[in-house]
């Protein structure tokens, strides 16, 4: 059951632009906890993740807080090796044109695009298309970019930009993703 204060009233602020990036784990998981934390002060949260198909434990947790979520996912299930399908062009294009309706209709105050970044890496968009969304973003619009690889033009276009940078991880010693920690 939600909160009573959820869905009360929708607050105004100043949306930025974030981007998270880098190497090292954590950048969808920063943004998760954006997600929550904007629900928990009765946001609402669109969640639009590319290159990503399944259901992952934090897309069944954050269904509890439907409607006030809506989720997405923009990908085929394999992650992209080598040179991308024209399936995971496909799927970028509609998702991006997805992504950029719920942006611009202020109907969420936070806007998550999980694995852009990736997105603009394997040339599935281009930078242009992604600039031009946050230079038309509405004012009350937090956006938050992840995904290894962030363009210097999408870095300079941010307001907030966090690295998450690799010093050690245990997949180096050939520990698979685990169900509740990294999926």
Avoid at 8 to 25: A, E
């Amino acid at each position: 059951m939600l909160p009573a204060f959820i869905g009360k009233k929708k607050m105004k602020f100043k949306g930025y632009v974030q981007v998270y990036t880098g190497n090292g784990k954590g950048k969808t998981t920063a943004a998760l906890g954006q997600a929550l934390r904007a629900l928990g002060a009765g946001l609402r949260v669109f969640l639009g993740q590319f290159l990503k198909k399944g259901t992952y434990s934090e897309i069944k947790a954050l269904e509890i807080f439907s409607p006030r979520i809506e989720i997405q996912q923009f990908g085929t299930g394999c992650f992209i090796r080598g040179k991308p399908t024209e399936e995971d062009f496909r799927l970028a294009r509609e998702g991006f044109s997805l992504c950029r309706e719920k942006v611009l209709s202020s109907l969420y105050q936070l806007v998550i695009l999980d694995e852009l970044n990736l997105v603009l890496h394997f040339g599935l968009l281009s930078i242009d298309e992604a600039l031009d969304l946050i230079r038309n973003k509405p004012a009350d619009v937090e956006l938050v970019i992840t995904g290894r690889y962030a363009p210097q033009p999408l870095i300079d276009a941010a307001d907030l930009v966090t690295e998450m940078r690799e010093i050690k991880h245990y997949y180096q010693k050939g520990v698979k993703a685990r169900v509740g920690i990294e999926k």
